[in-house]
């Protein structure tokens, strides 16, 4: 089975413009979940989706946006973007984001925002 | 009471050696631990997850031991290699609505492996 794709892999912005981001799971997976990954922060929960719908959402402010597919591919949306947005973002897809919780993560895309 | 503490930040093992790596937690609801293997450039892999209905459990060469009245569990590398140089995340998850596809990341651990 192919394992779960980003895209882009890098992204260069600038403050005030917004990006999308998109991430494809592992085929028959229905659960997709997104994280940041800063130095400072380490890895934090934006949200999950599961069967086109939110299911849970951390502590991000309302420019951190997302969405799902009927494909289970999943894309997240950052408008207005801030110095400090600058992360690796991670989109990790589970079976059905059951207890187990069981994810594999992509590879991530680096946004840059000078 | 959601966050997980890992440690040490950082570690550096001669090859052959045992890497541990140690997490807490406050969370009583916590119930699925699983370690993540992270190289630069890539996302995280899961290396091993346990549940607290047991007390270690063994992949090969990595072991998780789990200790739930003392809120921890630890990640032992046995016969540590150049190979396992990579940072290591510890993390936390509890079932219910409210708590689908999250998981609680420890802080990190950089471990170095010296041939």
């Known amino acids: 089975k192919a394992g779960v794709t980003q895209t882009p892999r890098y992204l260069i912005k600038t403050r005030g413009q917004q990006v999308t981001l998109s991430c494809s799971p592992i085929s028959g997976h229905r659960s997709v979940s997104w994280y940041q990954q800063t130095p400072g922060q380490g890895l934090q929960f934006l949200f999950e989706?599961?069967?086109?719908?939110?299911?849970n959402k951390g502590n991000f402010p309302g420019r951190f946006s997302g969405r799902q597919f009927s494909n289970s591919r999943s894309e997240m949306n950052v408008s207005t973007l801030e110095l400090g947005d600058s992360a690796l973002y991670l989109c990790?897809?589970?079976?059905?984001?059951?207890?187990?919780?069981?994810?594999?993560f992509g590879p991530g895309t680096r946004l840059t925002v000078l | 009471q959601q966050q997980v503490k890992q440690s040490p930040q950082s570690l550096i093992v001669q090859k052959g050696g045992i890497s541990i790596i140690n997490c807490a937690y406050e969370?009583?609801?916590?119930?699925?631990f699983p370690w993540y293997q992270q190289f630069p450039g890539k996302g995280p892999a899961l290396l091993i997850a346990?549940?607290?209905?047991?007390s270690e459990k063994k992949e090969g060469r990595f072991t998780i031991s789990f200790n739930k009245s003392a809120k921890q569990f630890s990640l032992h590398i046995m016969d540590s290699q150049p190979g396992d140089s990579a940072t290591y995340f510890c993390a936390a998850s509890s079932h219910g609505s409210s708590n689908t596809g999250k998981l609680i990341f420890g802080q990190g651990t950089t471990l170095q492996v010296k041939p």
């Open positions: 990790a897809s589970s079976h059905a984001g059951n207890q187990n919780n069981e994810q594999f």
């Open positions: 969370n009583t609801a916590f119930d699925y």
């Open positions: 346990i549940r607290p209905d047991v």
């Open positions: 989706y599961f069967s086109e719908t939110q299911r």
